[in-house]
């Protein structure tokens, strides 16, 4: 076969591997805990692949295998030169060998080279694809190939072979060295201290009162953190419960087709973001996760849900050294190779793919969606014409320092069904009170070769590698074992597939026609998706969702992965309107931290509850400020206002009743109740000396944001006990309408607070969040005013979850022209190529800020969508961004029923697709036009596009006045 001039991308290289099966011998699964140590039999416990060659094979294959009998002889010579080849980079390395043979005497002349003087060559830190078989010991045209690895001594690279890595490390096929080196001296220079420019404090409070260490970032100062450690480094991973059994399908990788989750005419580059070069900061890498464990892309750390370390404000996400930060640096050979990127969110995976004329090579790694408990790399090869030498892939593996967060113990490598695994069991060092315990948790890994080596005849191969992290051990060894039955049936990817496939299609937000929002609407669900948990695990709850994703937050970086109100007021509107089920699981974390927050309110001499502003594991209060853990009290009306939007959606009064939803409401109203005075001149209760969530002012009376929420509180108390007619309180309430609410008569607007002084600056958005999320009733003119006074003196450069509150609220009133260019703002916080996002618009603060997601998919839903969820009906009023030409909700959620709303300019229609037997019968009314429709199960209710409302029963002639 002749050289193919060929350049494939990522986009479409799952399709070339399925469709390059030419029926010859294919080398697929190659776990390593299924292949033996080589010093064994090499027949023993093997695994091996048995297939016909002259099964539905190509007239080309055919023939080229024709024309290979007949230049058998010819071609001895240059199979010699290949074995010679191969065994000359043994010497500097392991080595992956794989070839066939014919015939018995090729074979005998091949093993004598493999013998012999050259046998201490192929060390243990080596895979072997052996071994070579008789053509006559086999039925005709088929061939046997066994699959074999060695041991990794404990789990780590060999010291001599670790020695051989400098600092610098030039890593990429085809990539600039200043791209991609990194080395330790850079790392420790641009992590310096200066708390004057710390973008980590930033959150919480002024510059003067900042405790984290500094780190702002610039994005031109770093590089990517891509090479192993120059010592050998230890490797660990992670646990939670899975849902074994539960494979739908048995069909082969090979065979099957591709999951179409997205609608076709979705452009692929909308949600496959792919690069031909990785960002020069190693900050704006992707992660990849499921709600259990997560990782930066070749970070050298893995964290792992409710794992922390470190007392009271200095509790943060403990670090697990890598095991799966796996990096191809070279293929041999080196010519004409085009290398891509690409983070599929569809699919949950990022790829690297190389790509030569004579193969194609690509690494998959991803966070198994399904056995949560599994981190996988996969490595794929496919022969795309014929070659005469081995292709060798050179390995590297980014398993950092050692870990100062929690201490390991490593067992030696055991051997499992004809294989082996490493297992380590850890403690973190310092527990987060006095009163609680260290976490363990136990990791079973397989050890990462430096080389893999296919040899020229070998059509396609497949590695696939395993970590498995859990609290539990006997759960991290059972999901270890079923990745390893999922890898030797190759059936990994596809469950994995199948699993996000389902997340998407029970809820998702497409855009036509404006790619550039499509990719960042896609992001966010992505990266929050990925934090989140599928299902409770009451054995290892959730903890919750921090700012910068599960897979951030080591000691003074990204929040240090601390859990605020914007799980509740930014991350948590959007999930639930789209899954319900996990807006529940966020509600949970607050009911498993619920004692905790009483004892803090006692500890403040107050009745009730009081959240902390920054929880970890105990619940306890572990802000390094301590302005903002005493002063930063709407925190606990936040979550009062979310647990209210959840009871308006669902209607889910078991929450209350058997799971402490009704405590923990009547709590958050006892503790306002408790915390505010009565002001005889004002005649209201007032609540003195806050922090709003303008946190550049503080010790200031009257927020007007903190007492409205306190406010909401209190009215939800009263509703949650006339919905189940009871009342866990010893306290006479405050009447809501007696929180006092600050207001400017004069210039009709809100103060951010008492003696607030019109034209000051503000941090972030504050009192224009009275408007929406919090809807409290006021006049448009008042709503105006308080965009137009607070726009201006918003800080520009302030948190990204800001500008998209102000494009909801004057979406609201119906000025889009207001809120476009607004809501264009925020991608100047979304960092190419992979869509992470950064706390600030230059890059700096926290990254990966899905707290900055959560804010644009609330624009999206609750600004362009127009939806209030309401206490009696949820209501929709779309406006199509601009220069866009469809908007398509899929997924809403509502009173156990579940709808899909496609909106264009000048229609809208909606479809009920799911419905639960208990769900109360849906219809919805077009409320200019009067008009009302039943919803019924896969019938579509096509409408002109307008103001609308979903009812669980005929609706009055006017809407209700339940805000």
């Not at 992979?834 to 800020?849: C, K, L, P, R, Y």
Request: aromatic share 8%; charged share 20%.
């Amino acid at each position: 076969m002749g050289k193919t001039n060929l350049r494939i991308t990522s986009v479409d290289m799952h399709a070339k591997l399925l469709h390059h099966n030419h029926g010859l011998n294919v080398l697929r699964n190659l776990h390593p805990a299924q292949m033996g140590d080589i010093s064994e039999n090499i027949n023993s416990n093997a695994i091996g692949t048995n297939q016909r060659l002259d099964a539905d094979v190509p007239d080309k294959v055919k023939s080229k295998q024709i024309q290979i009998e007949k230049d058998e002889q010819k071609s001895e010579e240059s199979h010699q030169g290949s074995i010679k080849q191969t065994l000359e980079m043994s010497q500097s390395g392991p080595v992956v060998m794989t070839r066939l043979s014919a015939d018995k005497e090729k074979f005998q002349k091949s093993e004598k080279m493999l013998t012999g003087s050259n046998q201490e060559n192929i060390n243990k830190n080596t895979h072997i694809i052996e071994k070579y078989v008789y053509k006559d010991q086999l039925d005709a045209h088929s061939v046997k190939l066994t699959f074999r690895t060695s041991n990794l001594q404990g789990g780590l690279l060999a010291n001599n072979a670790a020695k051989q890595h400098s600092a610098n490390v030039h890593v990429g096929v085809g990539l600039n060295t200043d791209q991609v080196q990194y080395n330790k001296k850079q790392k420790t220079d641009i992590r310096h201290s200066d708390a004057e420019s710390d973008p980590y404090v930033r959150k919480h409070r002024p510059r003067k009162h900042r405790h984290y260490l500094n780190r702002k970032h610039n994005a031109s100062e770093n590089i990517i953190k891509l090479v192993i450690a120059q010592h050998a480094a230890k490797r660990y991973t992670g646990d939670d419960r899975h849902g074994i059994g539960r494979l739908n399908s048995k069909q082969s990788i090979q065979n099957q087709q591709k999951i179409l989750t997205f609608p076709s005419w979705i452009q692929p580059e909308a949600y496959i973001f792919e690069t031909d070069s990785l960002p020069k900061s190693y900050r704006f890498l992707p992660t990849i996760g499921n709600g259990h464990i997560a990782t930066v892309v070749y970070s050298d750390a893995i964290y792992m849900n409710g794992v922390y370390n470190g007392f009271m404000g200095s509790s943060h996400r403990a670090r697990i050294p890598s095991s799966c930060a796996v990096n191809i640096t070279s293929i041999q050979p080196l010519s004409n190779q085009t290398r891509k990127y690409a983070l599929n969110v569809e699919e949950g995976v990022f790829t690297d793919t190389i790509s030569h004329d004579s193969f194609i090579v690509q690494q998959r790694m991803y966070a198994h969606r399904e056995i949560k408990e599994l981190l996988v790399v996969e490595i794929e090869y496919t022969r795309l014409q014929q070659v005469s030498a081995p292709t060798v892939i050179n390995l590297e593996l980014n398993s950092g320092p050692k870990s100062k967060d929690i201490s390991f113990q490593r067992q030696p490598s055991r051997s499992l069904n004809g294989g082996s695994y490493v297992y380590a069991v850890g403690r973190t060092f310092t527990p987060e009170t006095n009163q609680s315990m260290v976490t363990e948790i136990h990791i079973f890994y397989d050890n990462i070769p430096e080389k893999l080596i296919i040899p020229p005849l070998v059509p396609e191969a497949k590695w696939t590698f395993l970590t498995s992290i859990s609290h539990n051990k006997s759960q991290a060894l059972e999901a270890y074992n079923t990745g390893l039955k999922l890898a030797k049936e190759d059936e990994m990817y596809t469950l994995h597939k199948q699993t996000w496939s389902g997340i998407w299609q029970r809820g998702r937000i497409d855009v036509s026609n404006n790619p550039r929002l499509a990719q960042a609407i896609y992001g966010s669900l992505y990266y929050i998706m990925s934090s989140l948990p599928l299902k409770e695990d009451h054995a290892w709850p959730f903890y919750g969702l921090s700012p910068g994703d599960l897979a951030h937050g080591e000691e003074g970086e990204d929040y240090q992965g601390h859990v605020f109100w914007d799980q509740e007021s930014w991350m948590f509107p959007g999930i639930l309107l789209l899954h319900a089920d996990l807006g529940r699981l966020i509600l949970k974390t607050r009911i498993r931290t619920l004692d905790a927050a009483k004892a803090n309110a006692a500890n403040h001499g107050m009745k009730g509850t009081q959240f902390p502003w920054e929880s970890a594991v105990t619940g306890t209060e572990v802000s390094p400020s301590e302005d903002c853990g005493n002063l930063e009290i709407h925190i606990s009306g936040d979550i009062a206002v979310a647990v209210k939007q959840y009871l308006y959606a669902t209607n889910d009064t078991n929450f209350l009743k058997m799971e402490r939803g009704m405590e923990l409401v009547q709590g958050i109203a006892d503790y306002y109740t408790s915390r505010a005075v009565y002001d005889s001149k004002k005649k209201k209760y007032v609540i003195k000396d806050v922090m709003p969530p303008d946190e550049e002012h503080y010790h200031v009376n009257n927020s007007a944001y903190t007492n409205s929420v306190a406010k909401i509180s209190l009215e939800l108390a009263a509703y949650v006990q006339s919905l189940i007619g009871s009342s866990t309180s010893r306290q006479q309430m405050i009447k809501p309408e007696d929180i006092y609410i600050p207001f400017n008569a004069t210039g009709n607007y809100h103060p951010e607070f008492d003696g607030y002084k019109k034209g000051s600056r503000v941090k972030q958005a504050d009192v224009i969040l009275m408007g929406y999320p919090l809807m409290q009733p006021m006049d448009s003119t008042v709503r105006r005013n308080d965009l137009y006074i607070y726009e201006k003196v918003t800080d520009p450069g302030g948190p990204a979850m800001t500008w998209g509150s102000f494009a909801t609220n004057w979406l609201e009133l119906k000025h889009p022209l207001m809120a476009d260019p607004l809501f264009k703002r925020m991608y100047t916080n979304i960092q190419p190529p992979f869509q992470i996002w950064t706390e600030d618009s230059d890059g700096s603060g926290a990254v990966n800020f899905i707290t900055g997601m959560g804010d644009m998919l609330q624009a999206v839903l609750f600004g362009y969508g127009g939806f209030r969820i309401r206490q009696d009906r949820l209501d929709f009023n779309p406006i199509l961004p601009k220069s866009t030409t469809g908007l398509n909700i899929t997924g809403i959620d509502y009173l156990g029923s579940s709808v899909n709303l496609v909106i264009s300019n000048s229609q809208m229609s909606i479809t009920k697709v799911l419905e639960a037997p208990s769900a109360p019968q849906l219809y919805v009314r077009l409320y200019m036009l009067k008009l009302e429709y039943s919803l019924t199960l896969g019938e579509s209710v096509t409408m002109r596009r307008g103001h609308a409302g979903i009812f669980r029963r005929f609706p009055s002639a006017q809407p209700s006045k339940f805000q």
